[in-house]
């Protein structure tokens, strides 16, 4: 069963009471007067129950029963179809709450099915702004989108947050498997935001475009302004995607050059070890003319030169940065 966050009737920019669900046809239906219903989750009952009273098209209230991949609008006759998404962080993953929003000339009917951030924050400005409220519906329906884009903000800033903390550990240590593991994952969630937000662009230059006996043409500069607030959204997002890839592109480098060290160290090692393997190997050929053997002090004067030649190796690698 759905639940009625809010249902209240509205004229002049003022709110004259609030209303059930039953009440919306016949007030909308007075002149100068519009009703603004708030759904949580409504079901096939109470959807057909609106229908019947705001005249909405059966293909509208077949797309609100549907979950759909992406926002879009849609035009049936003088109404108006929205799909929208609102993201959202539950149990440390990104989700994305969908809302449907109808429009018609004295009505607008908002659908939420999810916990998303509540709308009554935004009928709480329409209310605190009784000049724009008196526009109508189209003030309303600008408000709610201007507030579906307002929620990828502190999303995005939030992810911001993350990678740079994530590109500091990468700097300054080695680069491990959870922190890019942690790195895909945000990129991932980036660029799910910018798939969500990217039609909102769209939506934005239909509603400038369209013409509807509830859209006032003055108000076009306001859905304007929801589009210029998208685009910058996706600038910032693409920015951040960039930010993710380049800080896994950069941890690898860095990753490869300190096993480059580490590599060069054991390079240096070895050649310093290999040369007393090399004069131990050469006098134990076993050969019988080697005459050095019966020197007395032949055994001193090789460890001699296994040390001048082993700390002569070391000495070079270490100048040359190897050690």
């Not at 890019?180 to 798939?195: G, W």
């Not at 959204?233 to 896994?248: C, G, P, R, V, Y």
């Amino acid at each position: 069963m759905g639940r009625v966050v809010a249902a209240a009737v509205y004229s002049a920019g003022k709110k004259v009471s609030n209303i059930t669900l039953d009440e919306g046809a016949a007030w909308a239906a007075k002149p100068g007067h519009f009703v603004w219903i708030g759904l949580e989750e409504p079901n096939a009952h109470e959807l057909a129950n609106l229908q019947r009273q705001f005249n909405l098209h059966e293909l509208a209230i077949e797309d609100a029963l549907e979950k759909h991949s992406r926002p879009k609008l849609e035009t049936f006759g003088d109404a108006l179809f929205i799909v929208t998404y609102s993201p959202i962080r539950h149990e440390g993953k990104l989700e994305f709450i969908e809302t449907h929003i109808f429009a018609g000339n004295g009505y607008i009917i908002t659908a939420r099915n999810g916990h998303s951030a509540s709308y009554a924050l935004v009928r709480q400005r329409c209310e605190a702004r009784p000049i724009l409220l008196e526009h109508g519906e189209d003030f309303v329906l600008y408000a709610i989108l201007d507030f579906v884009i307002e929620n990828y903000q502190p999303m995005g800033e939030a992810i911001h947050a993350e990678i740079d903390e994530l590109e500091r550990n990468v700097l300054c240590s080695e680069l491990k498997e959870h922190d890019i593991q942690k790195l895909h994952s945000l990129r991932r969630d980036v660029l799910r935001l910018r798939r969500y937000a990217g039609p909102m662009v769209e939506i934005g230059e239909e509603l400038q475009k369209l013409s509807f006996p509830f859209i006032d043409k003055n108000m076009r500069p306001y859905f304007r302004d929801v589009q210029i607030h998208v685009t910058r959204q996706l600038e910032d997002l693409t920015t951040l995607a960039d930010i993710a890839s380049q800080t896994i592109e950069v941890g690898v480098l860095l990753e490869a050059a300190r096993q480059s060290v580490v590599q060069r160290k054991f390079a240096a090692w070895a050649a310093i070890l290999a040369f007393p393997t090399a004069v131990a190997g050469i006098y134990g050929m076993n050969f019988q003319n080697m005459p050095e053997l019966a020197w007395h002090y032949g055994y001193f004067a090789v460890l001699g030169f296994i040390t001048l030649g082993c700390v002569g190796l070391w000495a070079s690698f270490k100048k040359s940065g190897w050690l």
